[in-house]
């Protein structure tokens, strides 16, 4: 996000995210110059394409490149359908990408699981490299036993500075250099200013990454222009910070309250805890109320801007040592449900022989 280096920055590995916090912070929101999203519904998941140039970028803080946002909530939902329906998107857009990055049909493809397999929410790169389907052995060994329709394709997980005490990229460029593959794909976890994307939303880029991202600590980045060959990042939110859950809570309440208000048929008592009708329905923003209502509700807090709100909280939590990283409780059945997933979208976007549709979904 382009600020002032005092003001607060809202932490998103998002392109999606951030492109939609610069236009709310607009005085009279628009599209930006050098940003094209375009969006559509496939198999009832949406899936969200932003293409950002040079100056696209340094409005929104962005690398200039290719953005894919998949909202997979099939994982959150443990709806083994609707994950293989979302596998499948995956490996068609993964597909796509590769091919618009000039990467030819049999290039030698490396597998980056980044993360640390010890931090549950920091291990979904490790835990999707182990279900990657590992090829080049075979091409190297045996050539003339492999089928059509495979690539080679090799693995590894460099683990992070904490356990192995050297740089990450380090140990990547290092083996770029013996291995000189054709592409990267690298999988992490990232962090997100929403609790509602988190564990079922994928991005993938043709941009690069930052090891590390997912838990606030950026490595140097994996580009083609560190490495030398185009980086695809694949990487799904696990973790937000206090402030995003304590600002989004804030907001929920808000909504809550103005849906209430506006329902003619509510008790007298509606707007009091013990008055409130707990249903299933999604809040959404048409539920936010007005200024004036804000105001009653919540006092002067309920009039501050998303930002100044964010930057109230942050000021709050930050000395006291609060504003922590949070992950859900169900984080180790996340963790197994989209690596599968990604791995499944991996394996059936590289080898042309592995159809998504005849994969296995396991239910927990």
Do not use: C
């Amino acid at each position: 996000m382009k600020q002032d280096e005092n003001n607060f920055s809202v932490r998103t590995d998002l392109a999606v995210e951030a492109k939609d916090m610069y236009i709310k912070q607009q005085e009279k929101p628009k599209e930006i110059q050098g940003i094209i999203t375009k969006e559509r519904t496939e198999a009832g998941i949406q899936v969200s394409h932003v293409q950002i140039d040079e100056a696209g970028g340094k409005e929104i803080g962005k690398k200039p490149g290719n953005y894919i946002t998949i909202y997979a909530d099939g994982v959150k939902n443990e709806d083994t359908k609707s994950q293989a329906n979302a596998a499948k998107i995956l490996a068609a857009e993964l597909e796509q990408l590769i091919r618009d990055n000039d990467i030819p049909d049999d290039g030698k493809a490396l597998i980056v699981g980044l993360g640390n397999w010890n931090v549950t929410p920091d291990a979904l790169g490790p835990m999707t490299v182990e279900k990657v389907m590992v090829t080049n052995h075979l091409f190297e060994l045996n050539m003339e036993t492999v089928s059509e329709g495979y690539r080679p394709v090799s693995a590894v997980s460099p683990g992070v500075m904490g356990v192995t005490g050297m740089e990450t990229s380090n140990i990547i460029h290092g083996i770029v250099e013996k291995f000189q593959p054709d592409f990267i794909i690298a999988v992490d976890a990232l962090a997100s200013r929403s609790i509602e994307r988190i564990n079922e939303t994928i991005q993938i880029s043709d941009s690069g990454i930052h090891p590390g991202s997912g838990v606030g600590n950026k490595r140097k980045e994996l580009s083609k222009a560190t490495l030398g060959v185009p980086v695809i990042a694949i990487g799904v939110p696990t973790v937000v910070d206090a402030v995003t859950i304590t600002s989004d809570t804030i907001d929920y309440m808000l909504k809550h309250l103005g849906k209430e208000w506006s329902d003619k048929d509510r008790p007298a008592n509606a707007l009091s805890p013990g008055g409130f009708t707990f249903g299933k329905s999604k809040l959404t923003e048409e539920h936010m109320p007005d200024t004036e209502k804000r105001q009653a509700f919540l006092g002067m807090i309920g009039t501050l801007s998303e930002e100044d709100k964010r930057a109230l909280i942050k000021e709050v939590l930050t000395p006291t040592g609060h504003n922590m990283m949070v992950t859900p409780k169900e984080v180790d059945g996340f963790m197994i449900d989209m690596s599968h997933l990604l791995a499944n979208g991996i394996n059936a976007s590289l080898h042309e022989t592995v159809d998504v549709d005849n994969l296995a979904f396991y239910s927990r």
